[in-house]
């Protein structure tokens, strides 16, 4: 496959810039990746394990002379981490980022990044509950989603950035940051803060049962448990920064709960055959996609219908 980028900077070394790292080094896309992590300790393992081509010890030293700059760091951090890397990036540059939020990183990023230089944002729709340098692993985009957002990005840099996501495996999509939070409020926000307060009223029960929520926990209390063993600071920063569109989507899970609470106690099991049939169908859909990692056709592109 074709180089894409000369060199591509990573500012944090977790489990997406890792995987990025992999996955740009297996297929050629960039002539160097660099890496910076605030952390030293992070530094180190990076290294260790030849995570990068080079990990550098100062952001400014990532930055320069990098074509394509990533920002892999939480949501609350971006800000501030753009403002200080902004003198040192070269013209004709371009900055993304891999946040589950968009709306707030532009706001955040944006006023820092100079003239000449092309902002994209991206959300990658992939991970695992696991973090640090070495949670990493090559195929973590292959077949799932990422989410372009260009705003006034020129198309050259758009079309390059778009490049490098489908040589590392991923399928790409454009929205914009106000329709994308949205879309993630939906998907993935909302779902991972229900499974956190699952989790939470498990750990109280806990208390009362002596352990056995824990020793007799099925597939779908393991579900919950894998979601929330996702990183506390990034999730504290998505929720955060996607106020407006978790509670909006949080406030309409309350009154589909509320219909589900009002129809088991009055017996209503028309209701609640036709509601677990409509929901049924929705799960058969994200299998038929090839979205679960769990599914048996995982990784199958679905044959398109004539």
């Not at 290294?47 to 320069?64: F, H, M, N, P, T």
């Not at 020793?215 to 990034?234: C, L, Q, V």
């Not at 309409?252 to 055959?273: M, P, V, Y």
Request: aromatic residues 6%.
């Amino acid at each position: 496959m074709a180089v894409i980028y000369d060199r591509v900077a990573l500012i944090g070394l977790g489990l997406i810039a890792g995987s990025m790292s992999l996955a740009m080094r297996r297929d050629g896309l960039a002539k160097e990746v660099v890496g910076y992590a605030r952390s030293a300790e992070t530094r180190a393992t990076a290294r260790e394990i030849g995570l990068v081509d080079r990990v550098c010890d100062s952001l400014a030293d990532a930055v320069k002379d990098a074509d394509l700059v990533v920002l892999a760091v939480p949501v609350g951090a971006m800000g501030a981490v753009a403002e200080e890397m902004a003198p040192f990036l070269k013209p004709g540059a371009t900055v993304s980022d891999v946040g589950s939020v968009k709306g707030a990183v532009i706001v955040a990023v944006g006023p820092h990044i100079p003239e000449g230089v092309d902002f994209i944002p991206a959300h990658p729709l992939a991970g695992t509950e696991h973090s640090g340098p070495r949670s990493g692993f090559a195929e973590l985009f292959e077949n799932r989603w990422t989410i372009l957002v260009p705003g006034e990005a020129g198309p050259e840099a758009v079309a390059k950035l778009r490049a490098l996501w489908e040589g590392m495996g991923a399928n790409v999509d454009e929205m914009d940051a106000d329709h994308h939070d949205l879309v993630l409020a939906v998907t993935s926000h909302t779902p991972h803060l229900i499974a956190y307060t699952m989790v939470g009223v498990a750990d109280d029960l806990r208390r009362v049962t002596d352990s056995e929520v824990i020793k007799y926990s099925a597939a779908g209390f393991r579900d919950f448990t894998r979601i929330a063993a996702s990183d506390p600071t990034m999730w504290r920063d998505v929720f955060l920064n996607n106020k407006e569109a978790t509670l909006e989507i949080l406030g309409r899970f309350t009154e589909e709960l509320f219909a589900l609470q009002r129809a088991i106690r009055t017996g209503d099991g028309d209701h609640l055959h036709a509601y677990f049939t409509r929901t049924r169908a929705i799960r058969r859909g994200i299998i038929e996609a090839g979205q679960d990692t769990s599914a048996p056709n995982f990784g199958r592109v679905p044959e398109k219908k004539s």
